[in-house]
């Protein structure tokens, strides 16, 4: 399991943390609006994980007890502006004895912007158990913060300030040299802030805006983009569509590790998986992402596409 170094970082989560980024407005029967929204710096529209944690928010709102989401699957048709707020309308598709179903529409201007399918559980306990297992990785208090590591490549500093302004804090484990190329990446990451009082519905919600972080980038490292010695220049990531597995409970607000890799890129889309696992080795929830990444190749004709 994850070691930690002789001289570890300060490593508290006491402050409260900050409810706003999933916080939602009740304004009708089933119907949700947010209250903050995030577009970063350079981005063509608002922080897909944002969208994705608020939707499942707003899922979990009209389900009771005893279920837990299992399953989110969203599709990603539009880019959202935070000039305006997104309204969740959930739809109630069906309601059994095991499982139940909810259908979630993100609306701006009176048009859907992103669609996603929750499915909740009653939980229950099985004989059949197994997962793949934890990779051997150094604990997060004997690595930079994600601050950090910008203010050393010397990121403009306005940037760095937004990222520290963030709900999730992150360090990136190095990759060994030999695997610095290749399509896979891993990071450890949690909510700021003391989650101890909310319930399972926020901290799942919380992992699923986290999930979003970095699984899309990890699908371009091959070809070294914003490197001076790449002949890749990249013109186009934004994501199609994204899918969280909940397989055991966890705290947003305590490390979790999370392993990415791509097996997968071509026709101008390419595919990111992940896993999620506690501090004990569990692994705690799936992702896969697809989403369009275009670039420019220097040693070939370029070529013009619209999406």
Not at 86 to 96: D, K, L, P, S, W
Request: aromatic share 8%; proline share 6%.
């Amino acid at each position: 399991m994850a070691g930690s170094s002789a001289a570890a970082r300060q490593d508290t989560n006491a402050t409260p943390f900050n409810e706003r980024t999933l916080e939602l407005n009740e304004v009708g029967p089933d119907t949700y609006v947010s209250v903050d929204l995030w577009r970063p710096q350079g981005n063509r529209g608002v922080y897909g994980g944002q969208v994705i944690g608020q939707a499942l928010a707003a899922a979990a709102k009209t389900v009771g007890e005893p279920y837990q989401c299992n399953s989110l699957h969203c599709h990603f048709l539009a880019a959202g502006t935070n000039a305006e707020m997104i309204a969740y309308e959930v739809r109630r598709i069906r309601q059994g004895r095991s499982y139940c179903t909810r259908l979630v529409l993100a609306k701006q201007g009176g048009r859907v912007i992103f669609v996603a399918m929750a499915s909740f559980q009653r939980p229950e306990t099985s004989p059949l158990d197994h997962q793949y297992a934890m990779p051997d990785v150094p604990g997060p208090e004997s690595l930079i913060s994600h601050e950090e590591r910008m203010a050393r490549a010397t990121i403009d500093q306005s940037k760095i300030d937004e990222f520290a302004m963030l709900p999730v804090e992150s360090r990136r484990v190095p990759a060994p040299p030999a695997h610095s190329d290749l399509p896979t990446s891993a990071m450890w990451l949690r909510a700021k802030g003391d989650m101890s009082r909310l319930d399972h519905v926020h901290h799942q919600s919380m992992l699923a805006y986290a999930s979003d972080y970095a699984l899309l980038g990890t699908t371009a490292r091959p070809y070294r983009m914003g490197r001076p010695d790449s002949r890749y220049r990249l013109s186009m990531m934004v994501s199609l569509d994204h899918t969280i597995w909940f397989h055991a409970p966890f705290r947003a607000d305590e490390w979790l590790l999370y392993v990415m890799e791509s097996p997968r890129g071509a026709s101008g889309r390419n595919l990111g998986i992940g896993r999620i696992y506690r501090r004990d080795g569990v692994l705690v929830a799936t992702t896969a992402q697809e989403g369009v990444v275009r670039g420019t190749d220097s040693e070939a004709d370029p070529q013009t596409l619209e999406f």
